[in-house]
């Protein structure tokens, strides 16, 4: 009876608080508005506000945005190919997560934002959609979410669950909640065996936690790569290219100061420019075009010419196939204090790597790839420009690493049998979305 007042009390204390930051909600909406006018569309979704009947489904994927989605796409993959009995819903908070889904599958799988954390919008979620079953990816603790889930008779497992040293200090502030999150939670699939520990530490049982690995390393390169390859070496004929991906604003200067310095060396020298997030997309462009570059497109010009010395990867989905056009690569979200990007895309297309210090979101296969020697991490964007330097110079280094890369998540592999096998209990042997 104890155990259950606290819950309630925890739970009205914080459902609470997010009544009372409803009005903040529709001002982030608004300031993400106008900066990429996609925040100001599906309203209705965020707060589950829906028309027509309910639309029921068999299993339930919660994926963040792109990130997310690109490590869900196995799992998504493989249910759709193995149990194509199964009606699937994918849920994001992005826009761009949105629309890599859309770009992943179309219409083959439902797609909505998953709604803000509110009792009433997450009663009416589940109600609209009545999954069977819910896969989160990563580390999405959503208490009324997860609660929600559990009083829907909805299992819950999360898959590639990670969780930094940093984010553990975080979730503590609110440790007697979390802890009872966590245990609504079926399974937990860790990413390696810190990650699950870290979760037994924030309140996790020691039985709930498998240490499944990381699914991105099951990460599947894109068909059209090589075609991509293919046209843009037709187009740039023995030229020295590298990449800035997945760069942030404060980031920005760095990378233009960086290709100012290299092109001291290699005059000819191209820079593949994928801004992270899609609003920085034209801003990355004036700041190169006020440097004094030439800059192209590829939404406008679909290929850079000769006389760009810049190209701005301004589409959504095609980042892994670039990597495979340049030298060396630099993953951003790096050099400042963002916690870094996926590092295992560049290696598997194999593509010579270099990032910046702040990895604390990629901890793990950062260590792995730098033990292996796939990896160099700069200590600052001036020591950037050494190793940009340094690897452009050196093949038989670039050779190096990527053969290390390409071994590196060869053998990490398998992550996605281990999930799968993990989910198996609860998944629908037949369609019950068709009887709601």
Known sequence: MRKDFTERLLRGLYSALLYALLPVTLYHLIWRGFRSREYFQRWNERYASYEGRPRPVDVWVHAVSVGEVNAAAPVVNALRKRHPHLKLLVTTITPTGSERVRALWGEAVEHVYVPYDIPGAVRRFLHQHRPAVGLVMETELWPNLLFGCRDAGVPVYILNARLSARSLKG?????????????????????????????????????????????????????????????????????????????????????????????????????????????????????????????????????????????VLDTLGELMAFYGCADVAFVGGSLQAIGGHNLLEPAAVGTATVTGPHLHNFTEIARRLQEAGALDICADAQELITLLERLLADTQRRMAMVKAGCALVEAGRGALEKTLAMVAPDLPQQSTAGSA
């Open 171 to 311: 979730y503590r502030v609110m440790s007697a909640l979390i802890r009872r999150v966590l245990g609504v939670v079926r399974k937990v699939g860790a990413q390696s065996h810190d990650d699950g520990e870290r979760f037994i530490q924030l309140g996790a049982c020691r039985e709930q936690v498998l240490d499944t690995g990381n699914l991105k390393f099951d990460i599947a390169v894109p068909d059209k790569t090589q075609a991509i390859r293919a046209a843009f070496h037709a187009h740039q004929p023995e030229r020295p290219v590298w990449i800035a991906a997945s760069t942030h604003e404060d980031e920005e200067a760095a990378v233009i100061e960086a290709h100012r310095a290299l092109r001291r060396r290699w005059p000819d020298l191209l820079l593949l420019w994928a801004p992270r997030h899609p609003e920085r997309f034209g801003r990355a462009a004036e700041l190169a075009r006020e440097a004094g570059f030439h800059v192209g497109s590829r939404r406008a010009d679909t290929w850079p010419a000769a006389g760009d010395d810049v190209f």
